[in-house]
């Protein structure tokens, strides 16, 4: 049974980094995507970024260009480092993991019912 887990995160201030790391065992899939997404309170569900078994890349355009995911040497590692970080990226951040085919944030999105998710990690931006 595949399991996901998620953790690395924490409270800084505007303008600065988090490293969030995800570690997925028991994954089955020929192909499949890892990503990530947050939910901030009373907003929807929103994907951040996503990475498939194609090592093929995307983000969300509200992180584009301060949020690099990638992978671990152990590719069931997936990590999204986090910078210059905003008020509004304040959110629970849960590492998700859609198999069935490749593809990006917006697979991750209109798939997520599908997927199996990590217990969430906290993320705070103060000013």
């Known amino acids: 049974q595949m399991q996901v887990a998620d953790f690395g995160g924490g409270s800084v201030q505007v303008g600065g980094s988090l490293r969030l790391s995800c570690v997925v065992s028991?994954?089955?899939?020929?192909?499949?995507?890892i990503g990530w997404m947050r939910q901030a309170p009373e907003k929807d569900r929103a994907g951040v970024a996503a990475i498939d078994n194609y090592d093929a890349i995307t983000y969300a355009d509200a992180v584009q260009g301060r949020f690099t995911i990638s992978k671990g040497t152990d590719k069931n590692t997936v990590h999204l480092e986090m910078n210059n970080l905003k008020l509004e990226d304040t959110a629970m951040y849960y590492c998700?993991?859609?198999?069935?085919?490749?593809?990006?944030?917006?697979?991750?999105?209109?798939?997520?019912?599908?997927?199996?998710w990590g217990q969430g990690t906290q993320v705070t931006v103060s000013s």
């Open positions: 028991g994954i089955t899939y020929d192909d499949y995507i």
């Open positions: 998700v993991v859609l198999g069935g085919a490749p593809g990006g944030v917006k697979r991750l999105v209109d798939f997520d019912e599908y997927a199996s």
